[in-house]
């Protein structure tokens, strides 16, 4: 029987950074129903099909429909659970439970990001302003940083992602990459701007050519929405 | 009379140090049926080409590229075959240890997997094919064949991210055989690797792997893994696992994947 507790998915997830942490899931949406917490699948802020040519239409509906949905689904399934086992203090189930709640839980976390990082061509606009001077007292220019950033999330072996994300000790921008669905919390960033390089991300229209694929989504990457990121995190 | 001595003493040396470095290149196994469409309608045609022409040789490639860098640079090789590499991935230094395992690791993994299919009318995918050397160790490990493809089946579906779940020759006659997985190209023969969780008996042997990479089945089945390990079970030749676990058992563990 759930305890219809509200879980804070950060208390899994980045314990080295728990605030950082805090700040991304508690803008996950759920809903409470018959006193159960379960978090929801976002909508797309688009139409599946609103980024081709950059990314299909199909590749996008897969991703959101059955990836993201499956990891909502069996995050709420494994906290439900765990709220069992702690209430039977079930400890081992507990602990046994740890790595289905990090896989799903990053996984919902990453893919709500990845959604709101991207945006139809047409309505994509380069940075500006704070975001683009500390791009490029960083690394030069804005090209030289999607290089960089390109470059380090193609050399990502096996399923992960690329990120830019701000330390919030140093407040600097900073590139780096996760496996799986490891939350950038967890290296002590806040994310900004993530790139998803699993292979269903991309195989059906660039097949095995990651870089291609690297290449071309900077066109589609909302760095209005990047900005936002980055001035809610220096606050 | 001196002076030709030390010429052909030189000219030994010389040959010596040569052959010392000889350049250690690794090969793509050559597909045992007749072509990409050999295991249709289980397996794409266009899977396997990408999987077989693009991924397995793009791995074999670089690692090649990796090895000549190394020899180049004066290293001695522990090893001058591709399983000798993969067991001895630890003892090798940068930058060749992380190339021996990321790109030797997705040759040898290859090489075993396309090396143990076979088109799905083939008698070598029926239990009936199992040697009954490779039957008694299913017996004593599993109790029957279903429940060890369930079992693998099971391990491969629970794999989170991109790897491999391994049926393994244990080398413990009483329970001969064991199943486990790994992340990437990661593979049991490597050990356990430093900054990479436990494997579940690591230094094991494997002689059946499942790659469950997503390039393995997103073509045809998108998301849906479970019904690419339902045809995968529709292609695997249970010949060429008992031919595997024979050379397990005689310790040729490099006829496997060449």
């Known amino acids: 029987m759930a305890s219809g507790r509200v879980i804070n998915l950060a208390r899994f997830l980045g314990r080295a950074a728990e605030p950082a942490a805090a700040a991304q899931s508690s803008a996950l949406q759920y809903s409470t129903v018959g006193g159960v917490a379960a978090y929801k699948l976002p909508d797309l802020p688009y139409d599946h099909s609103a980024l081709e040519p950059v990314i299909s239409g199909e590749i996008m509906e897969l991703h959101h429909k059955k990836h993201h949905a499956a990891y909502v689904t069996n995050l709420n399934k494994a906290l439900e659970e765990y709220a069992d086992a702690e209430s039977n203090k079930d400890l081992q189930k507990m602990i046994s439970l740890q790595s289905a709640i990090n896989f799903n839980g990053g996984g919902h976390i990453n893919h709500d990001i990845f959604w709101t990082n991207l945006c139809p061509e047409k309505d994509a606009a380069p940075p500006s302003g704070e975001l683009l001077a500390a791009i490029e007292a960083k690394w030069g220019s804005l090209e030289k940083f999607t290089a960089t950033f390109s470059a380090k999330t193609a050399a990502v072996q096996g399923s992960g992602w690329g990120w830019l994300g701000l330390n919030k000790e140093t407040k600097a921008l900073e590139i780096a990459t996760c496996a799986n669905q490891d939350p950038l919390a967890a290296k002590g960033l806040v994310p900004l701007l993530g790139i998803d390089v699993w292979e269903h991300a991309y195989y059906l229209q660039y097949k095995n050519v990651r870089p291609d694929y690297l290449k071309a989504i900077w066109k589609v990457v909302n760095w209005e929405n990047v900005a936002q990121r980055y001035k809610a995190a220096k606050a | ?242 031919a595997n676990y024979a050379a397990a058992l005689a310790g040729n563990v490099a006829a496997m994947v060449a």
């Open chain 2, 1 to 242: 009379m001196a002076f030709q001595q030390s010429i052909k003493i030189l000219c030994c040396v010389l040959l010596a140090a040569s052959a010392a470095h000889a350049q250690v290149q690794v090969k793509q196994a050559a597909l045992p049926y007749a072509g990409f469409k050999a295991l249709e309608p289980r397996i794409d045609a266009r899977t396997m080409e990408l999987h077989y022409g693009t991924h397995y040789a793009g791995y074999v490639k670089n690692l090649n590229a990796g090895l000549t860098d190394a020899t180049a640079s004066g290293l001695k090789l522990p090893a001058t075959d591709l399983t000798g590499l993969i067991r001895s991935v630890k003892s090798l230094p940068a930058p060749l240890n992380t190339t021996v395992r990321n790109q030797g690791g997705g040759a040898w993994n290859h090489g075993l997997y396309f090396k143990h299919l076979a088109p799905p009318a083939s008698p070598s995918v029926q239990a009936a094919a199992i040697s009954p050397q490779l039957k008694a160790a299913i017996t004593l490990s599993f109790r029957t064949v279903e429940n060890v493809t369930a079992e693998l089946t099971a391990a491969a579906g629970k794999v989170f991210g991109s790897g491999w779940a391994w049926l393994c020759y244990t080398g413990n006659s009483g329970v001969p055989l064991a199943i486990t997985t790994t992340p990437n190209q990661d593979n049991p023969l490597m050990g356990n690797l430093p900054g990479a969780p436990a494997v579940k008996h690591a230094g094991c042997t494997p002689i059946l792997g499942i790659d469950v990479w997503e390039h393995a089945y997103y073509l045809k089945h998108g998301p849906k893994r479970p019904e690419y390990l339902a045809d995968f079970w529709k292609v695997l030749s249970w010949q060429a696992v008992s």
